[in-house]
């Protein structure tokens, strides 16, 4: 994969909350931020993803215990994740519309799996796309991943628009958490011992991407089955 820096035309050299366009920071023994690794393909990913957007709307899930997620989700792939009062669960259908999940767009399985490569895992064939949508305000809660049948893979997850500080945790919840700002292009790969930590995103500040606007859009890469 072709690696490109590119300067967002607004880059403000003296700003403290600027990207930092490229390399790769080891956050865990199995854990690594490769910057900018999205990059060369997030506006051709934009035009898939919209078309998946039009199959699968999103849509704000509503937790076990009651509470509506502030991030709205959809999902592609086999299966997708979805939550309810009944629980989380993966399903080969989107209760929504009643139908299978769009597939994940195909340049998205490649950057995944290349991402996951670097990262050290190589062989990922990820199944399931959660896609999550936050506008300034929206945020997730600590939480794992560990709906996934097999945690020998790792999760992929790719930063769209505008600027988060996600919280990468340790083993249980009360943990004190990472602060790592990830920005547009932005990839994370946790697995193998890290693969079970404790993550969220605190409330996304207001801002303004020129690609997407005022939202941040989450693509994590798993394999579920
Ligand atoms: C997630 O944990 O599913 C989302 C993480 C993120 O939005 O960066
Ligand atoms: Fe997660």
């Known amino acids: 994969m ?8 607004t880059l403000d050299l003296f700003a403290d909350d600027q990207p930092q366009l490229t390399g790769t920071e080891r956050i865990g023994p199995q854990s690594v931020i490769l910057r900018g690794f999205a990059l060369p393909l997030s506006e051709s990913l934009l035009p898939a993803l919209r078309t998946v957007v039009r199959q699968a709307p999103f849509r704000h899930l509503v937790t076990p215990g009651g509470f509506t997620m502030s991030a709205a989700m959809t999902c592609c792939g086999s299966v997708g994740w979805t939550s309810s009062r009944q629980g989380y669960r993966y399903s080969p ?28 895992f190589p062989g990922f064939v990820p199944d399931a796309c959660l896609i999550n949508r936050y506008v300034p305000g ?31 945790g340790g083993f249980e919840r ?6 790592l700002s990830l920005f547009h292009g932005d990839v994370v790969v946790w697995g193998g011992v890290d693969r079970l930590r404790f993550h969220g995103v605190q409330p996304i500040r207001q801002a303004s991407h020129p690609l997407l606007g005022e939202q941040r859009i989450n693509l994590t890469l798993r394999k579920a089955l």
């Open 93 to 120: 259908q989107d209760p929504h519309t009643g139908s299978p999940w769009p597939q994940i767009p195909e340049e998205l399985v490649t950057l995944a799996q290349a991402a996951a490569e670097v990262g050290g």
């Open 138 to 168: 929206a945020k997730m809660s600590l939480h794992q991943d560990k709906d996934e049948t097999d945690h020998r893979w790792p999760v992929v997850s790719i930063s769209l628009g505008i600027a988060a500080i996600f919280e990468f």
């Open 174 to 179: 009360s943990d004190r958490p990472q602060r």
């Open 2 to 9: 072709r690696h490109e820096t590119e300067t967002p035309a």
